[in-house]
C-alpha cells in the first residue's frame, strides 16, 4: 500500500504514541520503532500521486503545466498550476508601491509598466501607508520593510553580489544565518516557510483548517525554481502533502499569497495567462471573484536578452 506524505506523517506519530503508550523500550523497542521508520520511508520514496509531469515549453526556460490536484476542493477545478523556471534565464526584481509612488497596481499592470513577463505576488503586507511586506523586504537601496520577522524562516533573495552564485534562491534561515544571508545580497524577501530545506514540511498547528486559493514559490534540489498557484482552496497542510507527492524534490517552499488578492500573470509575446485567486475559508468563502485586484508588492521576472 502506497501512502501520501501527509498520511505518513500522521501514521508516524500514531505508531510513536504507540510504543510510548506500551512502553517499548530497550533493544526491542528501539528495533520496532527503526523497522517501522526504515519501511515508511520505502514507502514515501515511491510515493508519488503523479508520476510524470506533462511539462509544456512557453520559452526558454519557462516551463507549464496544469495538474488534477489528488483530492478534489470545495470549489472550483481542483487544478494545481505549475511553472518551473531556470533562474538564470531571467532576470529579477521586487516591485514595490513604496519604491514606484505608493501605488498599486495589479498583476498585469506591473507587468505592462515595467515591461515583464512574469508577475507573482511577494508576499503577505501591512495595510499601513505604505502597504509594507509582513517580513523583511529589501529591493537594493530601496526598504520596504527594515524588520525582520521572528515568525517567517524563508528568504527569497536575488541581485547576488558574487555573479557566480544563481540568480535567485529560496532560502531556509533555520539551516543558514540570516545574518550572512543579507551581506550577500542586493535584495531580499522574506516570507513563510511552507516546506524546509531538507524537504520537510511544516506543522501549520494554529489553523490548520483554514484553506484558501493560493500562490507559492519553491526550489528543488538543483536550484530550480517553481511557482505554484492554484484557485480551488486547500490547506496548507494538503499543499505541503501534494508537492511533497510530486516527482520533483521539492525543497524550500514559501507561502506568497492567498485569496482573492492571489495573482500569477505570464505574458511571453505569444502566450498570456491570467490566474487570480478568491477563496479564504471563514473570512471570503465564495469563489466570485473574476478580477485581478490591486496589490503593492511583486516578484518580477524578464527573460534575459
Same mark, same amino acid.
Request: include cysteine; proline fraction near 2%; charge should be positive.
Given at each position: 500500500m502506497i501512502y501520501s506524505p501527509l498520511k505518513m506523517q500522521n501514521l508516524t506519530l500514531r505508531m510513536c504514541n504507540f510504543?510510548?503508550?506500551?512502553? @517499548?523500550?530497550?533493544?526491542?523497542?528501539? @528495533?520496532?520503532? +527503526?523497522?517501522?521508520?526504515?519501511?515508511?520511508?520505502?514507502?514515501?520514496s515511491q510515493n508519488y500521486w503523479v508520476n510524470t509531469i506533462p511539462w509544456i515549453t512557453l520559452t526558454d526556460g519557462l516551463q507549464y503545466v496544469e495538474l488534477d490536484a489528488p483530492e478534489k476542493s470545495v470549489v472550483n477545478d481542483s487544478k494545481l498550476t505549475i511553472l518551473k523556471v531556470d533562474a538564470w534565464k531571467f532576470d529579477f526584481e521586487f516591485l514595490t508601491a513604496s519604491e514606484h509612488g505608493k501605488n498599486l497596481r495589479t498583476a498585469?499592470?506591473?507587468?505592462?509598466?515595467?515591461?515583464?513577463?512574469?508577475?507573482?505576488?511577494?508576499?503577505? %503586507?501591512?495595510? !499601513?501607508?505604505?502597504? #509594507?511586506?509582513?517580513? %523583511?523586504?529589501?529591493?537594493?537601496?530601496?526598504?520596504?520593510?527594515?524588520?525582520?520577522?521572528?515568525?517567517?524562516?524563508?528568504?527569497?533573495? +536575488?541581485?547576488?553580489?558574487?555573479?557566480l552564485k544563481p540568480p535567485f534562491r529560496i532560502?531556509?534561515?533555520?539551516?543558514? !544565518?540570516?545574518?550572512?544571508?543579507?551581506?550577500?545580497?542586493?535584495?531580499?524577501?522574506?516570507? +513563510?516557510?511552507?516546506?524546509?530545506?531538507?524537504?520537510?514540511g511544516m506543522a501549520y498547528s494554529k489553523r490548520p483548517d483554514q484553506s484558501? #486559493?493560493?500562490?507559492?514559490?519553491?526550489?528543488?534540489?538543483?536550484?530550480?525554481? %517553481?511557482?505554484?498557484?492554484?484557485?480551488?482552496?486547500?490547506?496548507?497542510?494538503a499543499m505541503i502533502g501534494f508537492l511533497q507527492g510530486l516527482p520533483l524534490n521539492i525543497r524550500t517552499t514559501v507561502y506568497l499569497e492567498g485569496g482573492p488578492e492571489t495573482s500569477l500573470y505570464i505574458n511571453t509575446g505569444d502566450t498570456v495567462i491570467a490566474k487570480y485567486g478568491s477563496y479564504v475559508s471563514n473570512t471570503c468563502d465564495n469563489d466570485d471573484n473574476d478580477h485581478f485586484w490591486k496589490i503593492p508588492n511583486v516578484i518580477a521576472l524578464r527573460k534575459r536578452r
Open positions: 510504543f510510548h503508550y506500551h512502553n @517499548f523500550t530497550g533493544r526491542i523497542g528501539r @528495533f520496532l520503532f +527503526m523497522l517501522f521508520f526504515l519501511t515508511s520511508l520505502g514507502a514515501r498585469e499592470e506591473w507587468a505592462k509598466e515595467f515591461d515583464k513577463n512574469i508577475i507573482i505576488n511577494a508576499g503577505m %503586507y501591512n495595510y !499601513d501607508k505604505v502597504h #509594507s511586506n509582513k517580513g %523583511y523586504l529589501k529591493n537594493y537601496k530601496h526598504l520596504n520593510n527594515p524588520t525582520k520577522s521572528g515568525y517567517y524562516n524563508a528568504i527569497l533573495a +536575488m541581485h547576488p553580489k558574487d555573479k532560502i531556509d534561515i533555520t539551516y543558514q !544565518d540570516w545574518e550572512k544571508v543579507k551581506t550577500q545580497y542586493f535584495s531580499l524577501c522574506q516570507g +513563510m516557510r511552507m516546506i524546509g530545506q531538507e524537504g520537510e484558501c #486559493s493560493m500562490v507559492l514559490a519553491a526550489t528543488d534540489n538543483v536550484g530550480n525554481l %517553481y511557482i505554484i498557484y492554484t484557485r480551488s482552496p486547500y490547506t496548507h497542510l
